[in-house]
């Protein structure tokens, strides 16, 4: 089982002295951690990219082929992306907590 996120990251791309800075706009599922057991070995989060759109000065600006699979294969954007869900997960269940103590207090 997986949960979607959806998040907006900045790119830079520096060539020669030229910076450009693009928006990408990223959906991606991220897939539950699974202890090892007897006749399975463990399985990490692991996360897979749905869909990359560029963005530059919000106009959707389309990559080569190759520039858009160095992207969205990258071990380090993949890692970028597991602790991004991590920290919506985490924020995500200190406000159901929050709100829980708003519910008991208003009692």
Excluded: N
């Excluded at 996120?5 to 910076?19: C, E, F, N, Q, W």
């Excluded at 071990?75 to 869900?85: N, R, V």
Aim: aromatic share 8%.
């Amino acid at each position: 089982m997986s949960t979607k996120y959806h998040t907006k990251t900045p790119l830079l791309i520096s060539v020669a002295g030229l910076d450009i800075e693009l928006d990408l706009v990223v959906t991606y599922s991220v897939s539950r951690y699974r202890a090892a057991t007897l006749t399975q070995p463990e399985e990490p989060r692991s996360v897979e990219i749905d869909d990359v759109r560029f963005f530059r000065c919000g106009i959707e600006t389309a990559l080569p082929g190759w520039l858009e699979d160095a992207i969205s294969e990258s071990d380090g954007f993949k890692a970028h992306l597991l602790q991004e869900a991590a920290d919506k997960d985490a924020a995500a269940a200190e406000d159901a907590a929050e709100y829980r103590r708003e519910m008991r207090a208003a009692l």
